[in-house]
Antibody, heavy 117, light 107 residues
Framework: QLQLQESGPGLVKPSETLSLTCTVS??????????WGWIRQPPGKGLEWIGS???????YYNPSLKSRVTISVDTSKNQFSLKLSSVTAADTAVYYC?????????WGQGTLVTVSS | AIRITQSPSSLSASTGDRVTITCRAS??????LAWYQQKPGKAPKLLIY???TLQSGVPSRFSGSGSGTDFTLTISCLQSEDFATYYC?????????FGPGTKVDIK
């Protein structure tokens, strides 16, 4: 069974870039069966899809965040990563990595990222 | 983007109750709808995909129905472990979008 684990700084300053990595175990990130994605949830609020990547490198971003988001994959490390630039307090959220064969089948535990000076 | 609404936003129920949550899409999405359960401090868990297909390991008291724009999630006999927030999500088109959630708590 696939397992996903997010890692990265829990505190980011305003205007800087948020960087997170998701490490995949129990399967290969090069599998053609899955897309690999990022979803976030501000404290006490709902879920927002940020973007997804296929093992080939094809990316899909939420139009509301597209100008600030980059998702990449490192097949040698079985990882994929998120970069979100020019962050503000509105980007404070729990960030989840997830995989989708159909819907979002497997999720990481999530990591809280706070944007504050 | 396709907008997803859910009703009710919250409900109180007792163990053993039958609970129904409704999800509506702003345009037709065929059966490209999933339901998730989220407990406090935890990641969402996929319950149902393709509107009515139970994810492996999910108890049979959960069921989903609908197609097009209107969908329902039913819990036939609420158990203590079912008190949580439930989200629906469409994956018919990009960007995938979630409903605002329905919180099920103890009456």
């Amino acid at each position: 069974q696939l397992q996903l684990q997010e890692s990265g700084p829990g505190l980011v300053k305003p205007s800087e870039t948020l960087s997170l990595t998701c490490t995949v175990s129990g399967g290969s990130i090069s599998s053609s069966s899955y897309y690999w994605g990022w979803i976030r949830q501000p404290p006490g609020k709902g879920l927002e899809w940020i973007g997804s990547i296929y093992y080939s490198g094809s990316t899909y971003y939420n139009p509301s965040l597209k100008s600030r988001v980059t998702i990449s994959v490192d097949t040698s490390k079985n990882q994929f990563s998120l970069k979100l630039s020019s962050v503000t307090a509105a980007d404070t959220a729990v960030y989840y990595c997830a995989t989708s064969a159909v819907a979002f089948d497997y999720w990481g535990q999530g990591t809280l990222v706070t944007v504050s000076s | 983007a396709i907008r997803i609404t859910q009703s009710p936003s919250s409900l109180s129920a007792s163990t053993g109750d039958r609970v129904t949550i409704t999800c509506r899409a702003s345009q037709g999405i065929s059966s490209y709808l999933a339901w998730y359960q989220q407990k406090p401090g935890k990641a969402p868990k996929l319950l149902i995909y393709a509107a009515s297909t139970l994810q492996s390991g999910v108890p049979s008291r959960f069921s989903g129905s609908g197609s097009g724009t209107d969908f329902t999630l039913t819990i036939s006999c609420l158990q203590s472990e079912d008190f949580a927030t439930y989200y629906c999500q469409q994956y018919y088109s990009y960007p995938p979008t979630f409903g605002p959630g329905t919180k099920v708590d103890i009456k």
